[in-house]
């Protein structure tokens, strides 16, 4: 089961980031539970404290995720497999709008517009900028499991670092070929019907 089982949308929203947030709070409010079952300490709510240290925790979790996404994505495009490549960027995509939804951070205050110029330089190196900034925004989470004293959070840093991360996975649809915004709503709508298709078979 992949995007391709699944149809573009009849006609796009007008605020294409906009719904995409709106559709992962779904799609999260499921999975939720089911992390929480399988035994994963994931909070009462999808939202998390920036300052507490099982919050920091998830975060690094979500950070991780969208890693593994982009070095599938990679590896997808090392095999020349540019459908496999965009699809696990739209993966990636929805981990990290999960993540933003997670530290309270909203489609407003991020770019969704692709630059004709992102196209110019080599996707690993879009991937690259995009671990950097989550590295670096994870640095600000400075309460780690086997500390005792307890740190607050630099959070207007955190969200600055968020926001180039965020901006930076835009820029790799753009090195995959991506060429409208549209099309990157397209890749999350589709993957997103495959994500529900999971949920509801048990996957």
Same mark, same amino acid.
């Given at each position: 089961?992949?995007?391709?089982?699944?149809?573009?949308?009849?006609? =796009?929203?007008?605020? *294409? &980031?906009? @719904?995409?947030?709106?559709?992962?709070? %779904? #799609? /999260?409010?499921?999975? +939720?539970?089911?992390?929480?079952?399988?035994?994963?300490?994931?909070?009462?709510?999808?939202?998390?404290?920036?300052?507490?240290?099982?919050?920091?925790?998830?975060?690094?979790?979500?950070?991780?995720?969208?890693?593994?996404?982009?070095?599938?994505? =990679?590896?997808?495009? *090392? &095999?020349? @497999?540019?459908?496999?490549?965009?699809? %696990? #960027? /739209?993966?990636?995509? +929805?981990?990290?709008?999960?993540?933003?939804?997670?530290?309270?951070?909203?489609?407003?205050?991020?770019?969704?517009?692709?630059?004709?110029?992102?196209?110019?330089?080599?996707?690993?190196?879009?991937?690259?900028?995009?671990?950097?900034?989550?590295?670096?925004?994870?640095?600000? &989470?400075?309460?780690?499991?086997?500390?005792?004293?307890?740190?607050?959070?630099?959070?207007?840093?955190?969200?600055?670092?968020?926001?180039?991360?965020?901006?930076?996975?835009?820029?790799?649809?753009?090195?995959?070929?991506?060429?409208?915004?549209?099309?990157?709503?397209?890749?999350?709508?589709?993957?997103?019907?495959?994500?529900?298709?999971?949920?509801?078979?048990?996957?």
């Amino acid at each position: 089961m992949n995007i391709n089982n699944f149809s573009s949308p009849d006609e =796009y929203p007008v605020d *294409l &980031l906009g @719904d995409i947030f709106t559709k992962q709070k %779904e #799609l /999260a409010e499921k999975y +939720h539970p089911i992390e929480k079952a399988n035994g994963f300490i994931v909070g009462e709510s999808l939202r998390v404290n920036l300052h507490d240290k099982f919050g920091q925790h998830r975060i690094k979790d979500f950070a991780w995720r969208i890693t593994e996404e982009l070095m599938e994505a =990679y590896e997808a495009y *090392l &095999l020349h @497999d540019d459908e496999h490549t965009k699809e %696990e #960027l /739209a993966d990636a995509l +929805h981990f990290m709008v999960e993540l933003c939804l997670m530290c309270g951070i909203s489609h407003n205050e991020l770019g969704f517009e692709l630059r004709p110029e992102w196209g110019d330089r080599q996707i690993n190196e879009r991937i690259l900028d995009t671990v950097l900034q989550l590295g670096l925004a994870c640095n600000c &989470l400075k309460n780690k499991p086997w500390k005792q004293t307890q740190m607050l959070t630099d959070v207007e840093r955190f969200g600055f670092h968020m926001y180039i991360a965020f901006e930076s996975l835009i820029s790799c649809f753009a090195a995959a070929g991506v060429e409208f915004e549209e099309d990157i709503y397209d890749l999350y709508f589709r993957k997103n019907k495959v994500n529900q298709f999971r949920q509801e078979s048990k996957y």
